[in-house]
């Protein structure tokens, strides 16, 4: 979340004559390396999807560079699955940056890289139907998933002769306290170990890989936000994870991942000399020469991915080759989890006209793939939320010039009759008043649109985000070169912003040079993700009237959250955008834990908290130290515009005027109602069962923050109002959302009864 550099600097000292390079044929060396950079700087502003990091063709010289001859290994891997092998190739590139910053040797961050690239290439013997399942894993299956990382071992062992690499891998599933190891004894594999006695970099592995498999799309859930995937880290501390190694990872991951990537490239690429990389495998120096972008390429994918329609396409082996934004949007299912895999009509739960499911062979794809004929038909598919969705089904089949079958184009045309959340937005954004220098929404339109947004939120639970952004120096700008060169880049920026938005979004002015985009259908993750694009965009279009020069701007990202209101969700991204201000400009900050996967569980059903007539209490639990805790209090209190009352030691009271005119409560518009929150901190160590005489070197456990938390009314008529306590559960249910906090079971009677009957379960058993 730190400013973000470009690549300029390393690519000049990379280019620069006289630089070390390792014996042999410097010249068709250097003309390679160049080459590469060259596409490497030719890829910076264009945004690309999961799984490349850079580009396919980048991301795969680069493996070939670090890997040399087992570079056939990763490729396998990707053509078993892609989206496998981009996770570990961003891991690699993680764990590498953070070796550096702790201080590694070469040839222990060395085996880090190596280990973290192919740790997952056994999920070349998992079938299909496992790994690309999008449900629930069954006992059996669940079974198969775990033999992948020891089939990760076996295939290493036939190649590698680097013992630290194996033991790495052989170490990366297991749990630093020693109750779970997926490598799972066998004789020659010896017994599980814990703590320290774990190798380093299997440790730092498992914490980078855990945390971009949270904040990337998995077949079976969307990615989540950088603050949930961080919490699940903090929980897992002392138990799953090394917690030193979780706190460094925290520190490690306020740095701009997208200049960590470019160190550790421009070092593969720069640094690493054929004997080294020859060590363990045998180099295999392939020529490599970089292709030309194909253009009516990129104008059909842009094509396809701003179309409104679902487009899939389908090759004649009947895998899924493409599967645009249309489709993800109508579906709710993310591209990268089903691209490879293979065609089935469950994917979507299609049925027919009568409601009754299709099976494999009368589905239209299989109609257009064997029998080359086309077909429309009005079917059902299964929508986002498992909701109905009627849609008319096309079925064109794809034969080339010389008349072969190469597979199926499946376009579907949403034709419910209901108008969907998109459909009416992307109305209210054709027919809203425009700003007259940019020609896009004002911010008296952002505002009715915004409280829209909110309310449809809660009646839809559909993820949606907002970013703000502001041109850096922008008064630096109108000072030296005229007020027409600050329109022009205003103009500039407002026409990046708009070529960003997809069906159902909306982009405003809110005022000078800041604008704001209100993102459909887009969770923090993805929201951050795009953000990133248009900055890096923006910096490299010179402004005609700045003497060739550019501008930089700075974002602010957030997404929607339980308990959020129009306000507290503006204000939470203006809070952002301030810090990407003061981290030095020109990046990108998101805050804020989104909608998750409970996104409803605090909304839909009533609180199990200790309420009376005037007054509403809970224990929670927050799986964070004291000292972050206290951080995201000062979030809630500044979103929400709360006065701090008083402290004493570990209780703080605040003082919250809750406005109930946000769209939920229109018999009280504009009405506000105060409340009185006092909080109550209480940080514990955790203390584990220890099991065996290694654990006395473990740490003594994990830390987190017990709170109580009492929400009341401060005035005295605020008490007669007969829905005061529905209104103090919001404040709660925002208390939460921001703390990432959950309910205590210990204090409850569910939880007693569960205890309870854990107890009784051997003696009823009998």
Same mark, same amino acid.
């Given at each position: 979340?730190?400013?973000?550099r470009g690549p300029q600097t390393e690519l000049s000292a990379l280019n620069r004559p006289g630089g070390d390079l390792p014996p042999g044929p410097v010249d068709r060396r250097v003309a390679d390396l160049q080459a590469l950079l060259q596409e490497l700087e030719a890829v910076t502003a264009a945004g690309h999807t999961l799984p490349p990091v850079f580009s396919e063709a980048i991301d795969?010289?680069?493996?070939?560079?670090?890997?040399?001859?087992?570079?056939?290994?990763?490729?396998?891997? @990707?053509?078993?699955?892609?989206?496998?092998?981009?996770?570990?190739?961003?891991?690699?590139?993680?764990?590498?940056?953070?070796?550096?910053?702790?201080?590694?040797?070469?040839?222990?961050?060395?085996?880090?890289?190596?280990?973290?690239?192919?740790?997952?290439?056994?999920?070349?013997?998992?079938?299909?139907?496992?790994?690309?399942?999008?449900?629930?894993?069954?006992?059996?299956?669940?079974?198969?998933?775990? !033999?992948?990382?020891?089939?990760?071992?076996?295939?290493?062992?036939?190649?590698?002769?680097?013992?630290?690499?194996?033991?790495?891998?052989?170490?990366?599933?297991?749990?630093?306290?020693?109750?779970?190891?997926?490598?799972?004894?066998?004789?020659?594999?010896?017994?599980?170990?814990?703590?320290? $006695?774990?190798?380093?970099?299997?440790? #730092?592995?498992?914490?980078?890989?855990?945390?971009?498999?949270?904040?990337?799309?998995?077949?079976?859930?969307?990615?989540?936000?950088?603050?949930?995937?961080?919490?699940?880290?903090?929980?897992?501390?002392?138990?799953?994870?090394?917690?030193?190694?979780?706190?460094?990872?925290?520190?490690?991951?306020?740095?701009?991942?997208?200049?960590?990537?470019?160190?550790?490239?421009?070092?593969?690429?720069?640094?690493?000399?054929? &004997?080294?990389?020859?060590?363990?495998?045998?180099?295999?120096?392939?020529?490599?020469?970089?292709?030309?972008?194909?253009?009516?390429?990129?104008f059909q994918s842009r094509l396809l991915d701003n179309m409104y329609d679902a487009v899939v396409f389908i090759d004649a082996a009947g895998r899924v080759q493409s599967w645009n934004r249309g489709t993800e949007r109508m579906t709710g299912v993310a591209g990268a989890s089903v691209r490879g895999r293979l065609w089935n009509p469950d994917v979507l739960g299609l049925s027919d006209e009568?409601?009754?499911?299709?099976?494999?062979? &009368?589905?239209?794809?299989?109609?257009?793939?064997?029998?080359?004929?086309?077909?429309?038909?009005?079917?059902?598919?299964? *929508?986002?939320?498992?909701?109905?969705?009627?849609?008319?089904?096309?079925?064109?089949?794809?034969? &080339?010039?010389?008349?072969?079958?190469?597979?199926?184009?499946?376009?579907?045309?949403?034709?419910?009759?209901?108008?969907?959340?998109?459909?009416?937005?992307?109305?209210? +954004?054709?027919?809203?008043?425009?700003?007259?220098?940019?020609?896009?929404?004002?911010?008296?339109?952002?505002?009715?649109?915004?409280?829209?947004?909110?309310?449809?939120?809660?009646?839809?639970?559909?993820?949606?985000?907002?970013?703000?952004?502001?041109?850096?120096?922008?008064?630096?700008?109108?000072?030296? /070169? =005229? +007020?027409?060169?600050?329109?022009?880049?205003?103009?500039?920026?407002?026409?990046?912003?708009?070529?960003?938005?997809?069906?159902?979004?909306?982009?405003?002015?809110? =005022?000078?040079?800041?604008?704001?985009?209100?993102?459909?259908?887009?969770?923090?993750?993805?929201?951050? $993700?795009?953000?990133? !694009?248009?900055?890096?965009?923006?910096?490299?279009?010179?402004?005609?009237?700045?003497?060739?020069?550019?501008?930089?701007?700075?974002?602010?990202?957030?997404?929607?959250?339980? *308990?959020?209101?129009?306000?507290?969700?503006?204000?939470?991204?203006?809070?952002?955008?301030?810090?990407?201000?003061?981290? =030095?400009?020109?990046?990108?900050?998101?805050?804020?834990?989104?909608? =998750?996967?409970?996104?409803?569980?605090?909304?839909?059903?009533?609180?199990?908290?200790?309420?009376?007539?005037?007054?509403? !209490?809970?224990?929670?639990?927050?799986?964070?130290?004291?000292? #972050?805790?206290?951080?995201?209090?000062?979030?809630?209190?500044?979103? +929400?515009?709360?006065?701090?009352?008083?402290?004493?030691?570990?209780?703080?009271?605040?003082?919250?005027?809750?406005?109930?005119?946000?769209?939920?409560?229109?018999?009280?518009? &504009?009405?506000?109602?105060?409340?009185?929150?006092?909080?109550?901190?209480?940080?514990? @160590?955790?203390?584990?069962?220890?099991?065996?005489?290694?654990?006395?070197?473990?740490?003594?456990?994990?830390?987190?923050?017990? #709170?109580?938390?009492?929400?009341?009314?401060?005035?005295?008529?605020?008490?007669?109002?007969?829905?005061? #306590?529905?209104?103090?559960?919001?404040?709660?249910?925002?208390?939460?959302? /921001?703390?990432?906090?959950?309910?205590?079971?210990?204090?409850?009677?569910?939880?007693?009864?569960?205890?309870?009957?854990?107890?009784?379960?051997?003696?009823?058993?009998?």
């Open positions: 979340m730190t400013m973000a795969r010289r680069l493996v070939e560079i670090r890997l040399g001859a087992a570079a056939s290994l990763f490729a396998a891997l @990707r053509c078993k699955n892609a989206a496998v092998a981009g996770h570990g190739l961003r891991v690699a590139l993680s764990c590498s940056a953070w070796a550096s910053r702790i201080g590694l040797q070469d040839a222990e961050r060395d085996a880090v890289e190596v280990a973290a690239l192919l740790h997952d290439v056994g999920a070349i013997g998992v079938p299909d139907s496992v790994l690309l399942k999008a449900g629930t894993l069954d006992a059996d299956e669940t079974a198969v998933m775990s !033999q992948s990382r020891r089939m990760s071992l076996d295939i290493l062992r036939g190649s590698c002769t680097l013992p630290l690499v194996l033991e790495m891998v052989r170490h990366i599933s297991t749990w630093y306290d020693g109750s779970v190891s997926e490598s799972a004894t066998r004789p020659g594999n010896g017994s599980t170990i814990s703590g320290e $006695r774990i190798p380093l970099g299997a440790r #730092m592995i498992a914490v980078a890989e855990a945390y971009d498999a949270i904040t990337t799309d998995r077949v079976y859930r969307p990615a989540q936000s950088q603050e949930r995937a961080m919490a699940e880290l903090f929980a897992g501390a002392g138990t799953q994870f090394d917690p030193e190694l979780v706190r460094q990872f925290a520190d490690f991951c306020r740095e701009d991942q997208t200049a960590i990537h470019w160190e550790v490239a421009h070092r593969w690429l720069g640094m690493l000399e054929p &004997d080294r990389v020859d060590a363990p495998w045998g180099f295999n120096g392939e020529a490599w020469t970089a292709t030309e972008p194909d253009v009516q390429a990129l009568k409601g009754r499911t299709i099976a494999a062979a &009368d589905c239209p794809v299989q109609t257009a793939i064997h029998c080359g004929v086309q077909s429309l038909r009005r079917l059902t598919i299964l *929508g986002r939320g498992q909701r109905p969705v009627a849609v008319d089904a096309h079925a064109i089949p794809v034969i &080339d010039a010389q008349g072969v079958l190469q597979g199926a184009i499946l376009l579907f045309h949403d034709a419910s009759s209901e108008t969907s959340l998109e459909q009416r937005c992307q109305q209210l +954004h054709e027919k809203a008043t425009k700003d007259p220098l940019t020609q896009v929404a004002n911010r008296a339109e952002f505002d009715r649109v915004h409280a829209m947004f909110v309310a449809a939120h809660q009646q839809q639970q559909a993820p949606c985000s907002l970013m703000m952004c502001d041109l850096d120096r922008f008064k630096r700008v109108n000072d030296t /070169y =005229g +007020h027409q060169a600050g329109d022009d880049a205003i103009k500039c920026l407002a026409s990046l912003l708009k070529s960003s938005c997809r069906p159902g979004d909306l982009v405003a002015r809110y =005022g000078g040079e800041e604008f704001v985009l209100l993102c459909a259908d887009c969770d923090n993750a993805a929201a951050a $993700r795009r953000a990133e !694009q248009i900055r890096k965009a923006l910096g490299q279009i010179a402004q005609p009237r700045m003497e060739g020069r550019s501008v930089t701007v700075s974002f602010g990202v957030t997404e929607i959250q339980p *308990g959020d209101t129009p306000e507290t969700m503006l204000r939470r991204a203006d809070r952002a955008l301030l810090l990407a201000k003061a981290n =030095g400009r020109n990046t990108v900050v998101q805050l804020g834990s989104g909608a =998750g996967e409970e996104s409803d569980a605090a909304g839909s059903r009533q609180l199990e908290a200790v309420r009376s007539k005037e007054v509403l !209490q809970q224990d929670l639990i927050t799986p964070v130290p004291v000292k #972050m805790a206290i951080e995201k209090l000062r979030g809630f209190v500044a979103d +929400h515009q709360a006065k701090i009352v008083a402290t004493d030691g570990n209780r703080v009271r605040l003082e919250i005027e809750y406005r109930t005119g946000n769209g939920r409560f229109r018999r009280f518009a &504009d009405r506000t109602t105060a409340f009185t929150v006092e909080v109550a901190f209480e940080e514990e @160590r955790l203390q584990r069962d220890r099991r065996d005489e290694h654990a006395k070197s473990l740490d003594a456990g994990t830390t987190r923050t017990r #709170m109580r938390v009492i929400v009341s009314p401060r005035r005295g008529r605020d008490r007669r109002r007969h829905d005061v #306590m529905d209104l103090a559960r919001d404040v709660l249910v925002s208390f939460r959302s /921001y703390l990432m906090a959950y309910e205590d079971e210990s204090t409850t009677l569910a939880g007693a009864l569960t205890r309870a009957k854990r107890a009784l379960a051997p003696w009823l058993s009998r």
